[in-house]
């Protein structure tokens, strides 16, 4: 495909909007993703009619559909996509929204990620985490996303010399990012001694180290530029999108993502490359998967992961990148699908001078970086977009 083809000129992002994220809820997925259409509305001053496309990702939705939704929410539109993409929904939302606009297919679309999350959600996750898990892995007590993270985290830290103290440092500077973010479910300081002597999760993984399941949602409108500057609406406009799945087919533990297979074709299309992004968003459910971010993206060389996060202020408000700068995952909490939105719905924020948190200076471009949909041992799906600020 080339370059004209991959151009989403005159696409924008905008309205970014969070339902607070809740440890706990009473609530189903359906009144998360409510309240995110509503606050959308509200937002853009749009009537519901306006809305005519629809994306939306949830683990929790069933046994409702993105379907069944239009009619609960009494919304009708041309065009909808449900996302099953983990980590990677929120870019894949934003990139395949704009195609669709871009071809006539909707107008305006509302890119939602929503979750709830009960007594025991955790647990049944980890039992019906999958059907390798279920049948292989489960049986034996090693089922759901921290045991195989705790694989993937042990090989890559035998394979390029990696200490706990790396991970720490991504973890450290985060929750330092989320302090003023009234949204984050962490807001507690986090020294590099408190995260060492937290207890292991599963190890090489620490307490620190897991994402804190929880309930909330994301969300944010695709549109054109020219129907944002009509509704007098900030936006960032979409520079490029790239999505890759299960692109390590011969790795049994994989060191990286798909994010090295797409990296120049992402690059060359926003005219811009790694030291041109003022801020980076990657999905964060577990340190190491930053660090592999960090290298595939071409922050650094492959193994230098370690190198880079010791050299490297990863604070919003620092002298080298801001990274994850509403707090990431780690720190705000996993509300599900809503997580892998995290990024996006913060990045647009950044962008037009909206944060929950801390501003980072003169903020012109942004990348925003997804992964998702973990089986037996890797991360299936992968995606980034580059993200500049509206003018």
Same mark, same amino acid.
């Given at each position: ?100 606009? *871009? ?38 007590? #090693? ?86 500057? *009509?509704? @007098? ?59 592999? *971010? ?31 700068? @509403?707090? @990431? ?32 200076? =003169? ?6 970086? #997804? ?6 041992? =890797? #991360? ?7 993200? =500049?600020?509206?003018?």
């Amino acid at each position: 495909m080339n370059k004209q083809t991959k151009n989403y000129e005159n696409l924008v992002l905008t309205a970014p909007v969070t339902v607070p994220y809740q440890r706990f809820s009473h609530h189903d997925a359906t009144w998360f993703i409510g309240r995110a259409l509503r606050q959308l509305l509200d937002k853009s001053n749009l009537q519901k009619t306006a809305i005519d496309g629809l994306a939306v990702s949830s683990f929790t939705l069933a046994p409702d559909t993105i379907a069944s939704l239009t009619e609960q929410f009494d919304l009708s539109a041309r065009w909808l996509e449900a996302l099953p993409f983990g980590g990677a929904s929120a870019v894949i939302a934003a990139k395949r929204a704009a195609r669709a606009i *871009q071809n006539g297919d909707a107008t305006v679309v509302a890119c939602i990620g929503a979750d709830t999350a009960q007594q025991g959600s955790f647990r049944n996750l980890a039992a019906n985490f999958s059907r390798f898990s279920t049948n292989a892995v489960y049986p034996y007590g #090693g089922a759901g996303p921290n045991a195989i993270f705790a694989m993937i985290t042990r090989n890559y830290m035998d394979k390029f010399g990696v200490q706990a103290e790396d991970f720490g440092r991504i973890c450290v500077a985060q929750r330092k990012n989320a302090l003023d973010n009234p949204n984050s479910l962490l807001r507690k300081p986090l020294s590099i001694e408190d995260y060492l002597s937290a207890r292991y999760i599963a190890e090489p993984l620490r307490l620190f180290d897991c994402v804190m399941p929880c309930a909330g949602a994301e969300g944010f409108l695709v549109m054109t530029k020219d129907r944002a500057h *009509q509704l @007098g609406l900030p936006y960032a406009s979409l520079l490029a999108a790239e999505e890759y799945h299960n692109a390590r087919t011969t790795e049994d533990i994989p060191i990286g993502g798909a994010w090295r297979v797409f990296k120049d074709d992402l690059y060359n299309a926003a005219n811009c490359g790694p030291k041109d992004m003022d801020f980076l968003q990657t999905y964060d459910d577990y340190p190491v998967i930053v660090m592999q *971010q960090f290298e595939d993206l071409g922050f650094c060389e492959k193994g230098n992961a370690a190198d880079f996060v010791r050299s490297t202020d990863l604070s919003t408000i620092g002298n080298g990148l801001p990274h994850n700068t @509403g707090g @990431g995952q780690l720190s705000v909490g996993q509300a599900g699908f809503a997580g892998g939105f995290l990024g996006m719905v913060e990045a647009i924020r950044q962008l037009t001078q909206q944060p929950l948190g801390r501003q980072v200076i =003169k903020a012109e471009h942004g990348l925003v970086s #997804g992964f998702g949909m973990v089986n037996y041992n =890797k #991360g299936l799906c992968a995606a980034a977009a580059i993200l =500049k600020k509206g003018t």
